[in-house]
């Protein structure tokens, strides 16, 4: 896996190949095919690995809260960058598309979870506009993300990401005053 991360970082989803792999990883052709009997079937084993290391990562999993530059930071290490060109090769490649729909699924259950527990740790019961709100971000870092893969570092980089801060601080705030009730003010904790 970690071999297979290496080659999607360095060289992107296209370029990968199972025989780049097996030389990086000093597993033979021959063993590594019979692990993962296709190019389609390693990418998927290594995204749900991507997927999971991130997801253990304290910055992902851990309290508090992470900020938008620790999200952005994790988005542009090894393991963020192959995530995000599995998910951009899987948009080209018919294979990795038919074959992409449980990873998908998962990348979707681990933005729920944080949502929900983001909602839990500010108090808030509407967990799905947090989740829409997480959704929003996880875009924009992965833009800003491929961006920079491609060499493209904006001058406006840290603005935009000071604006996400601004927008999640007043989601969570228009979120409290509407389970609030009109009219009542926050109380003290």
Known sequence: MEATVDCLHQVGYAATTTPMVSRL?????GG?????????ALIIATGEYCLSTMH??????GEPTPSPEEVMAKQMTRYGIALTEI???SRSDHALAAEFSDLGRAILTLYRRG???????????????????????MA?????????MAGVRSEVNEEAIALLHLHRETVFEKIRAAERGPGREPQDP
Do not use: C, N
């Open 140 to 148: 924009a870092f992965r833009g800003m993300a491929l961006m920079q």
């Open 87 to 89: 998910i951009v090769g």
């Open 25 to 29: 990883s000093g597993v033979t052709r």
């Open 115 to 137: 949502a929900e527990k983001f909602a839990r740790d500010l108090g808030i019961s509407d967990s799905r506009t947090i989740e829409a709100m997480i959704w929003l971000h």
């Open 56 to 61: 253990d990562d304290p910055v992902y999993g």
């Open 32 to 40: 590594l095919l019979h692990h993962y009997p296709s190019k389609v």
